[in-house]
T-cell receptor, first 114, second 112 residues
Framework: DTGVSQNPRHKITKRGQNVTFRCDPI?????LYWYRQTLGQGPEFLTY????????KSRLLSDRFSAERPKGSFSTLEIQRTEQGDSAMYLC????????????FGPGTRLLVL | GENVEQHPSTLSVQEGDSAVIKCTYS??????FPWYKQELGKRPQLIID?????GEKKDQRIAVTLNKTAKHFSLHITETQPEDSAVYFC???????????FGKGTRLSVIA
């Protein structure tokens, strides 16, 4: 499968724990995006990368959220001290960049905070 | 910033009829408008997109129209089939490769 992949697909955690999600973009896509999707809503932008550079992070929901893409390939999204309100689907997308806007989404990681 | 409004939130049509979903956007500088289909428990999948230099684009049973003056764009599905049942999201992008702003989605049900 050469599409965007995400791991894990599901995560159940207790409030206060830290969680980390991984996204592997389509090979050679230099743009990588993180979105959050709650029930009945469209994806909500969180942050994105151009290669290893994080170009926008002001939309991260709080300082408990952080993302990295250290080598310009895969990316991780970490949520520290999880809260019940963090329960959602976390989607990753990638695009080729260079004027090619089409974003391809991964299957998402569904987080449930108890 | 950009804001995208989508209507209706739910839509039921008889199999074979047409379905139309409409979106409006706020930022006149937006120039790229994709439509995604999301089936239950699955990832959003691009079904069609349009850029601001054209007014209409068609792909088999699916078409999108764009009115830049009025800042709205629409998805048209003809000859609907039960497998078209899903949630459809419109989105807008301010400029090349910036994050998408999504509408809240339309749940389409095609009744056989």
């Amino acid at each position: 499968d050469t599409g965007v992949s995400q791991n894990p697909r599901h995560k159940i955690t207790k409030r206060g724990q830290n969680v980390t999600f991984r996204c592997d973009p389509i090979s050679e896509h230099n743009r990588l995006y993180w979105y959050r999707q709650t029930l009945g809503q469209g994806p909500e932008f969180l942050t994105y990368f151009q290669n290893e550079a994080q170009l926008e992070k002001s939309r991260l929901l709080s300082d408990r959220f952080s993302a990295e893409r250290p080598k310009g390939s895969f990316s991780t999204l970490e949520i520290q001290r999880t809260e019940q309100g963090d329960s959602a689907m976390y989607l990753c997308a990638s695009s080729l960049g260079q004027g090619k806007e089409t974003q391809y989404f991964g299957p998402g990681t569904r987080l449930l905070v108890l | 910033g950009e804001n995208v409004e989508q209507h209706p939130s739910t839509l039921s049509v008889q199999e074979g009829d047409s379905a139309v979903i409409k979106c409006t956007y706020s930022d006149s500088a937006s120039n790229y408008f994709p439509w995604y289909k999301q089936e239950l428990g699955k990832r959003p999948q691009l079904i069609i997109d349009i850029r601001s230099n054209v007014g209409e684009k068609k792909d088999q049973r699916i078409a999108v129209t764009l009115n830049k003056t009025a800042k709205h764009f629409s998805l048209h599905i003809t000859e609907t089939q039960p497998e078209d049942s899903a949630v459809y999201f419109c989105a807008g992008e301010l400029s090349g490769n910036t994050p998408l702003v999504f509408g809240k989605g339309t749940r389409l049900s095609v009744i056989a």
